[in-house]
């Protein structure tokens, strides 16, 4: 069993209405690789960011192109022990509410329904001029379609998996790369229905999430550094309430200070054996 679990175990019974907040760490164990280092440092270039993407065509470009060979890879994950055990622990009733910052849709996948994606989910592409929503396997089929020739002429042998449906694509010719327009009003900038860099989280899903927090016993941090504001806002805004706040994160957290109580081992390993502990319990 690993360190601490035995201590977690007692604080979640101890705080039966639960926030959990969730990170990229939790979808590493599903393939998915995670942005920072156990610093908290990038481990690549920072990703896409809001500004770059609606004003340049070259970003779009990049993106899209890096994104349709990445996807794939992304649309055949599955969930891993960490989205397991929040399923289970959901079902026993002891998350009253679950936030996710990653964009992979696996929670759902795994079972939980109490979720709220806070960057949205990278299935869906939404239309920056109509409000038009549409399948990202349709925009794969679009992106694909239109760039049989740029594929032939311009794919390495070998491709790195980058986070979030990303390929690591460097030192490619993009600019004969096509982007489709929004099919629905014919020119619209199409981009994935998630949160950029320098975009702001939509105000419903904070309110809904704090709304939560306040009715909430603790909060429990899984997988994540912290170290993007939206996340970590909602651990400093526990603080405040005087609401106790858990981790389980390899490595260093932005709200390490705040924490009453740190795990510092795989997040999977730890919530599967947690899940398993309170089922026998009842």
């Not at 032939?152 to 010719?173: E, F, N, Q, S």
């Not at 809904?208 to 170290?227: K, P, T």
Request: charge should be positive; aromatic fraction near 6%; hydrophobic fraction near 45%.
């Amino acid at each position: 069993m690993p360190a601490d679990v035995p201590e977690l175990v007692e604080f979640i019974q101890r705080h039966p209405r639960l926030v959990v907040l969730t990170g990229a760490g939790c979808s590493t164990e599903s393939g998915i690789p995670d942005y920072r280092d156990a610093d908290g440092q990038w481990k690549r270039p920072a990703p896409m960011s809001w500004q770059a993407f609606t004003a340049a065509e070259a970003a779009r470009q990049r993106y899209w192109a890096r994104s349709m060979v990445g996807w794939p890879r992304m649309a055949a994950s599955r969930p891993g022990p960490a989205h397991r055990a929040l399923a289970q622990l959901e079902v026993a009733g002891r998350v009253a509410l679950l936030v996710t910052q990653n964009v992979d849709g696996l929670h759902g996948a795994a079972g939980s329904r109490r979720v709220i994606d806070l960057h949205g989910r990278l299935d869906t592409v939404r239309c920056l001029a109509c409000e038009a929503r549409l399948p990202r396997t349709a925009m794969q089929r679009m992106l694909q379609g239109g760039n049989a020739g740029w594929l032939r002429a311009h794919l390495p042998a070998d491709i790195g998996t980058a986070p979030d449906g990303d390929a690591c694509l460097d030192g490619l010719d993009f600019s004969g790369f096509r982007v489709p327009a929004c099919p629905a009003c014919g020119g619209g900038l199409l981009k994935p229905d998630v949160v950029f860099f320098g975009e702001n989280v939509p105000r419903e899903r904070v309110d809904a999430a704090m709304a939560a927090l306040r009715e909430a016993d603790a909060l429990l941090v899984a997988g994540s550094s912290l170290m993007v504001y939206s996340g970590y806002r909602f651990a400093r805004a526990a603080a405040e309430l005087g609401k106790p706040v858990a981790a389980v994160n390899l490595g260093c957290t932005r709200a390490d200070a705040m924490l009453a109580l740190k795990v510092a081992q795989p997040v999977g390993e730890v919530l599967s054996c947690i899940a398993r502990l309170l089922a026998a319990r009842g």
